[in-house]
């Protein structure tokens, strides 16, 4: 069983809690707009650190991550970029690799907004963590964590960053 602690467009945002909602995780998955490299690596220290590269990153942080990141944990299989869209409207950049070969999980970002949807058609877990950074229209920032096991997703929880 591996736990992931996720999050997504921190914008260069550092919070401290950070640290003690992923104490627990053995990786932490970032889906982009990272801010800077300064800050990846501030993540890169406190656990494996596997990360997409958003719209507002520079070319450093490009250069370090890449746009998609497909990989394989714990029988799970992860498919991960900054603007994906959801079930029912996904992005016309990620579509053709979404459904060549559907991931068991979907990975996205770029919108802020927090949500957790299952497409029936893919069979397919999608999850955007929010915006855990302070910069944008959000009002609320969020993180997720949850456990792969065996080729399953369970045990998600949702964390409000209240300031």
């Known amino acids: 069983m591996k736990k992931i602690g996720l999050l997504s467009d921190t914008h260069n945002w550092w919070d401290d809690k950070y640290e003690k909602y992923f104490a627990e995780c053995d990786e932490i998955w970032h889906a982009g707009d990272i801010g800077s490299l300064d800050l990846a690596l501030r993540f890169e220290a406190l656990k494996p650190f596997r990360a997409v590269y958003g719209n507002i990153d520079d070319s450093k942080v490009r250069r370090a991550y890449p746009e998609i990141l497909r990989f394989t944990l714990e029988d799970v299989d992860v498919l991960m970029t900054h603007i994906g869209g959801y079930p029912g409207k996904y992005d016309p950049f990620i579509r053709p ?67």
């Open 97 to 163: 690799i979404l459904y060549a070969k559907p991931p068991k999980l979907f990975i996205t970002g770029h919108s802020h907004i927090l949500k957790v949807m299952f497409d029936k058609k893919l069979n397919c877990l999608h999850i955007n963590p929010g915006a855990a950074g302070k910069y944008g229209f959000h009002k609320v920032r969020t993180l997720v964590r949850f456990a792969l096991d065996n080729g399953n997703i369970s045990d998600l929880d949702v964390i409000e960053l209240n300031d």
